[in-house]
């Protein structure tokens, strides 16, 4: 068996500047000294996002000035387009409603689909990037957030464990307890996320679609050849 990646445009997502989080912020109605939590997810029940809701109610009382970005919208199947015999599904008024319950309502801001122009923006003004999916492929996003530099968590599933290890810290799913703690940790100490950051930019310069590309064109060489 040979299992080759799908690329990840590290050159497009590890570039950065300066004024991209001041940018972020002005649009938002952030400061520039907002600890950002960053994830980016279609509003799926698969996705676990009410685990990261509730890991973050314990980071923002530990961390005040902490914020978490959700980045993406409902998708098709959630709206009832695709199968108009099955229910409609609000998965973002859920998620809402659960903030407002914990307390963090002020603290989540759900800004909804961005183009690739504009996630970038949003990897490099974040210090954090968490997934806390139940189930999972490559996580692409993931790839992009860890070219930006960004520190991950991620759950522990066997696909992200083997793609991201070494740059990213792992949790059971449903663990928002310890969740919360390796966000604390990352936020509160810098070398951590340094070096985790820059794990991830030295792997993911191995998914450029450039050696993607090279790595298809040997196996169907080799397959030729027999």
């Known amino acids: 068996i040979h299992v080759i990646p799908i690329p990840i445009d590290y050159d497009f997502f590890a570039q950065s500047a300066e004024e991209w989080k001041t940018e972020i912020c002005g649009k938002y109605g952030l400061n520039t000294t907002d600890r ?17 809701l509730r890991s973050f109610a314990i980071v923002k009382a530990k961390i005040p000035s902490s914020k978490l970005i959700i980045v993406g919208g409902e998708p098709v199947s959630n709206l009832g387009l695709l199968s108009p015999t099955k ?42 990037f968490c997934m806390p999916s139940r189930v999972e492929g490559q996580l692409l996003v993931a790839g992009e957030a860890a070219s930006a530099g960004l520190p991950l968590i991620l759950s522990n599933l066997e696909t992200l464990t083997e793609t991201y290890q070494g740059c ?12 919360a703690i390796h966000i604390i940790d990352v936020l509160e100490n810098p070398k951590l996320g340094k070096n985790l950051g820059s794990a991830g930019r030295a792997k993911m310069q191995n998914y450029r679609p450039t050696i993607i590309h090279a790595k298809l064109k040997r196996l169907y ?6």
């Open 168 to 179: 990213a810290l792992f949790h059971e799913p449903m663990d928002y307890g310890k969740l």
């Open 221 to 226: 060489e080799n397959l030729l050849s027999h």
């Open 87 to 128: 229910p409609r599904l609000n998965h973002s008024l859920e998620l809402t409603k659960l903030a407002s319950s914990l307390g963090i309502k002020n603290g989540v801001l759900f800004v909804g689909y961005q183009n690739a122009e504009e996630l970038r923006k949003f990897y490099a003004a974040s210090e954090v």
């Open 36 to 52: 950002l939590i960053l994830s980016v997810a279609n509003l799926r029940p698969v996705k676990n996002l009410k685990t990261l």
